[in-house]
C-alpha cells in the first residue's frame, strides 16, 4: 500500500523520509513502517528496539546522546504528537561531515522520518507542549555505553532557538562533556561503524 519518499541531506548517510499519508474527511492512515519499502529504498537495519518519550512542555530540551562501541545505534525517528526541533552532529571521525551538525523539524503534521546512522549524536528540543517522540533502534540500549555532549557547545555551536536557562533539560544534560573533551576519547571512525 505505501511507499516512501526519501531525501539524502548534507550530512553523510543521513535520510529524511516521508512515508504515503492518505486522507479523508474522517482524518488519515499512514504506513509508518514497512521493512520491505525501506530496503527498496536503500535501508536496511534491523530494527530491533522501539522505544518512546512523552515530553509535556515546550522547550524540553534533551541530549546530544550516543551510545559507544559495539552498543552504537542507528536510529529511525518520528514524531506522534507535537514537533520538535530534532538535531544531530556527526562524530565519527574522517566523515566528510565530521563536526557538522543539522536540525530538522520533524511533526505528527509532516509525518517526516529521520535516519540517525551510527556515529552521530543526537538530540532534540521540543516546539510544542505534549510531544511523544518515537523511535526504532537497531542495537539494544546499554547504560555503560551511554555517552553525551553538551548541547551548549560552543565549537559546534548548535542554533537552538531558546536560551539555555529557559531550556527544561536533565541534570545529566546539563553536565555532559563539551565536543573537545569528548574529542579526546572519540570512540567513532568512519567505515568502522
Known amino acids: ?8 541531506t548534507k550530512l553523510q548517510d543521513v535520510k529524511i523520509i516521508t512515508p504515503a499519508v ?9 504506513e509508518t513502517y514497512s521493512d520491505r519499502d525501506f ?13 518512546q518519550s512523552l515530553s509535556t512542555r515546550a522547550g524540553v530540551l534533551r ?5 559507544r562501541g559495539k552498543a552504537a545505534q542507528t536510529k529511525l525517528i518520528r514524531v506522534v504528537t507535537g514537533a520538535v526541533l530534532d538535531v544531530i552532529v556527526d562524530v565519527r571521525k574522517g566523515s566528510p ?42 542495537n539494544y540500549y546499554d547504560a555503560e555505553a551511554d555517552g553525551g555532549i553538551t548541547f551548549k557547545d560552543s565549537d559546534l555551536n548548535i542554533d537552538w532557538p531558546i536560551e539555555f536557562d529557559k531550556a527544561i533539560t536533565s541534570e545529566k544534560d546539563a ?18 561503524i
Not at 500500500?1 to 539524502?8: A, R
Not at 541530549?63 to 551510545?67: I, T, Y
Not at 563536526?99 to 511533526?107: F, H, L, R, T
Request: net charge negative; glycine share 10%.
Open 22 to 30: 492518505f486522507g479523508d474527511q474522517r482524518g488519515f492512515f499512514e
Open 97 to 138: 561531515t565530521y563536526k557538522q551538525w543539522e536540525g530538522y523539524i520533524i511533526s505528527a503534521s509532516n509525518h517526516r522520518q529521520l535516519l540517525v546512522p551510527r556515529g552521530f549524536a543526537h538530540g532534540f528540543l521540543t516546539l510544542t507542549d505534549n510531544v511523544n517522540f518515537v523511535y526504532k533502534c537497531d
Open 175 to 192: 553536565a555532559q562533556p563539551t565536543f573537545a573533551e569528548f574529542e579526546k576519547n572519540n570512540p567513532f571512525v568512519y567505515g568502522e
Open 1 to 8: 500500500m505505501g511507499k516512501l519518499t526519501v531525501q539524502t
Open 39 to 51: 530496503k527498496e529504498a536503500g535501508i536496511d537495519f534491523n530494527f530491533i528496539q522501539d522505544n
Open 63 to 67: 541530549g546530544l546522546h550516543f551510545q
